[in-house]
Structures are given as structure tokens and as C-alpha cells.
């Protein structure tokens, strides 16, 4: 099962993620899993939040142009090593990972992570047949 991610461009000046931080929080969306990647000019955030189409509405609204993806959110123990329980069948099926960044939650005290892949329903299968749990919606409340 797949979950909604949105990201937007922003310029790398200061106060510019806090903007959008404020745009957020003052409707009462919470962001629980975000990236942020960064050139000189442009960062890119990718955000999970509570309420996605809230989120989504209240950013173009704000006159950004939010994207929107699908993505895998991944249940890992919360140990060394355990990563590669997800990269390895990903890897050995061809799936390229396009990035990985964690949530803020975590279930029975394992890590969830939030997974960018170039073939998202074929890893989600590849990650279910080796013993991986995948979370839907619920990963916006935890």
C-alpha cells in the first residue's frame, strides 16, 4: 500500500521553509515525515502530513505549485544493518531507490521510513514477499 507525499520548490533563502512551516501549522496540518534536499539556488521538501488534500489545498492557495507522488512508507526494526532488509530485494529486482528519509512515528518501537522509488506497486510486492511491512493511510496519524 502506497501513501500520498508532496514537495515543493523552494528558494534556498532564509525563511523560506518557515513559511511554509506557518501555512501549515496555522490551518492545523501536521507534518509527520519531511526531507530537505538543497542546491545553491533551490531546496526541494518532501513532507508526509496528516491531511494530505488540506495540505495540498492550502499550498497552492499560498501560490506554490505542490507535487504530488506516491510513495512506500516502510516498517524497519530499529537496529544496525536493518535497511538493507529494504535495499537488498529492491536492488536484486532492478528497483532504483530514489531517496529515503524517515517519520517522525514508529510502530511496536520500530522505525518507519519513507521510500522514493522509480516503480512504486512492483516494490511494494518485492518488499511484501521478503517479510517487509508496507503502511497506508494510518502513517498520517502515528
Do not use: C
Amino acid at each position: 500500500m502506497s501513501i500520498k507525499q508532496l514537495s515543493v520548490s523552494l528558494a534556498n533563502v532564509p525563511g523560506a521553509f518557515a513559511t511554509i512551516s506557518e501555512l501549515l501549522g496555522r490551518e492545523g496540518v501536521n507534518i509527520r515525515a519531511i526531507s530537505v534536499a538543497d542546491t545553491s539556488d533551490i531546496s526541494t521538501v518532501r513532507f508526509v502530513v496528516d491531511d494530505h488534500d488540506k495540505a495540498r489545498n492550502i499550498l497552492t492557495g499560498g501560490g506554490y505549485d505542490p507535487k504530488e507522488v506516491e510513495v512506500l512508507a516502510v516498517e524497519i526494526p530499529d537496529h544496525p544493518g536493518s535497511v538493507l532488509a529494504v535495499l537488498k530485494p529492491l536492488k536484486t529486482a532492478g528497483i532504483n531507490v530514489h531517496y529515503l528519509y524517515p517519520h517522525f512515528g514508529h510502530i511496536d518501537g520500530n522505525a518507519i521510513v519513507i521510500l522514493g522509488v522509480d516503480r512504486t506497486a512492483e516494490a511494494q510486492k518485492v518488499l511484501a514477499d521478503n517479510w517487509v511491512t508496507t503502511h497506508g493511510p494510518e502513517v498520517y496519524h502515528i
